[in-house]
């Protein structure tokens, strides 16, 4: 059965001071992966997708980055947090294109 | 662009009532997704809805779909405290699940 890792789990960070969150998937292979980001008691704002290694679409403009290094590994970056940067990080993947979104149990940043 | 409304955004019942949460959303879409999220936890998949008149149940939840009206429905059928999570639902744009969009989440609260 496929699992899905996220860590850290929890991540309070200084304004100005670099991110690097972590995600793996197990039991599959070549999924589509993707991050989304949770502000406090909103809805899920996709920032990133990947269909492959080295392929990322980005969804909204910001200081955060993604990569795909290895097909079952997604990182999301930044080199310098914001306040505004502070949510519930979630990675999720799915088995190609128009197929249900698995999601990994998430990652709370607090910038403070 | 794509957007997806859901009401009521705050739904608050008593045990063994009944109740409906409703998703509209503005564009032609293949699929929709109902997803269920615990208070600081990740999201887990309920329900995708593939074609119009889709009904799917689970449980005390029975989802459906009318791709004509652009709505889907999650009915709830004698509310459990068990039940009580905020509820999200999503459209597929198209054919291609990397432009998803959710709604804001309906957040349920049974007491007894």
């Known amino acids: 059965s496929q699992t899905i890792h996220q860590w850290p789990a929890t991540l309070v960070q200084p304004v100005g001071s670099p991110l690097s969150l972590e995600c793996t998937v197990e039991?599959?292979?070549?999924?589509?992966l993707y991050w989304y980001r949770q502000a406090a008691g909103r809805g899920l704002q996709l920032l990133f997708y990947?269909?492959?290694?080295?392929?990322i679409s980005s969804e909204v403009p910001q200081n955060l980055s993604a990569s795909r290094p290895q097909d079952r590994q997604f990182i999301l970056s930044s080199k310098k947090l914001l306040l505004s940067d502070s949510g519930f990080y979630l990675c999720?993947?799915?088995?190609?294109?128009?197929?249900?979104?698995?999601f990994g149990p998430g990652t709370r940043l607090t910038v403070l | 662009e794509l957007k997806v409304e859901q009401n009521p955004l705050f739904l608050s019942m008593q045990e063994g009532k009944n109740y409906t949460i409703y998703c509209n959303y503005s564009?032609?879409?293949?699929?929709l997704y109902w997803y269920r999220q615990d208070p600081g936890k990740s999201l887990e998949s309920l329900f995708v809805?593939?074609?119009?008149?889709a009904v799917k149940q689970e449980g005390r939840l029975m989802a459906s779909l009318d791709t004509k009206a652009r709505l889907s429905t999650l009915h709830i059928t004698a509310a459990v405290h068990d039940l009580s999570a905020t509820y999200f639902c999503?459209?597929?744009?198209?054919?291609?699940?990397?432009?998803?969009?959710f709604g804001a989440g309906t957040r349920l609260t049974v007491k007894p």
């Open positions: 809805l593939l074609s119009n008149g």
């Open positions: 999503a459209v597929e744009r198209g054919s291609n699940n990397n432009d998803m969009r």
């Open positions: 564009t032609t879409s293949d699929r």
């Open positions: 990947s269909v492959g290694i080295g392929q």
């Open positions: 999720a993947w799915s088995v190609g294109s128009g197929r249900t979104q698995y």
């Open positions: 039991g599959t292979s070549n999924p589509n």
